[in-house]
């Protein structure tokens, strides 16, 4: 698949570059997205949630109520989950939420994902390109210039470039990684896929191989 080069004015500069069809026209697999996505979102939890159960509430152990003959439900001290103030029954502890997934479960992942935003028509490739200094109203016009303004968007890099992270840093809906840091998650969420001439090159020679 055969896609025009742009450079930062959004005008086409006659080149043309081939996505791969080993990358980007692959039928996708739905439930491998699935699984790296669920990933990468329980990587994000912290799993520090934590209440106390009746062991570490402070109050006296004394029996409240007798067993038997109250009418009502038979409860202990006053640290009993059924009382206000008590401990609380199966309550949330510190836990680890992240799970493993083969290398390879990944790589289709990714390659799924980036073959839905090829067919979708949502990948842009651009020429190289670096700011002076880092300014938000660059970025801005570059979104403009490529008619993606306001899209939630996905700028890939081939390395880290600080100008161009700080410029888009303080824009909504605008993520900058590099190709090396791609994942499945970052590519379904984004609208629009801006990827530079030799990020494309890095990620062919890497996913490639």
Do not use: C
């Not at 100008?163 to 840093?169: E, G």
């Amino acid at each position: 698949m055969e896609v025009s080069v742009f450079n930062i004015k959004g005008e086409d500069t006659g080149k043309k570059v081939e996505l791969s069809d080993s990358i980007f026209g692959i039928e996708p697999n739905d439930h491998v997205i699935y699984l790296a996505v669920k990933q990468f979102l329980a990587d994000q939890r912290q799993g520090t949630a934590k209440s106390k159960e009746r062991s570490e509430i402070s109050g006296s152990t004394r029996k409240l109520i007798r067993q038997k003959g109250s009418g009502g439900a038979r409860r202990g001290d006053i640290k009993s989950p059924l009382l206000r103030g008590g401990g609380r029954v199966f309550g949330p502890r510190p836990r680890n939420y992240s799970f493993k997934l083969n290398k390879k479960v990944k790589d289709l992942a990714r390659k799924s994902a980036l073959s839905y935003k090829a067919q979708q028509d949502a990948i842009i490739v651009v020429e190289d390109f670096d700011f002076e200094a880092p300014k938000t109203k660059e970025f801005k016009n570059l979104q403009k210039n490529l008619k993606i303004d306001g899209k939630k968007l996905l700028l890939v890099l081939p390395n880290v470039n600080k100008n161009v992270y700080l410029s888009a840093r303080n824009i909504q809906r605008v993520n900058v990684m590099t190709a090396n840091e791609l994942n499945t998650y970052r590519v379904m969420n984004a609208n629009v896929l801006v990827v530079t001439e030799n990020a494309l090159s890095l990620v062919d020679s890497t996913w490639n191989k």
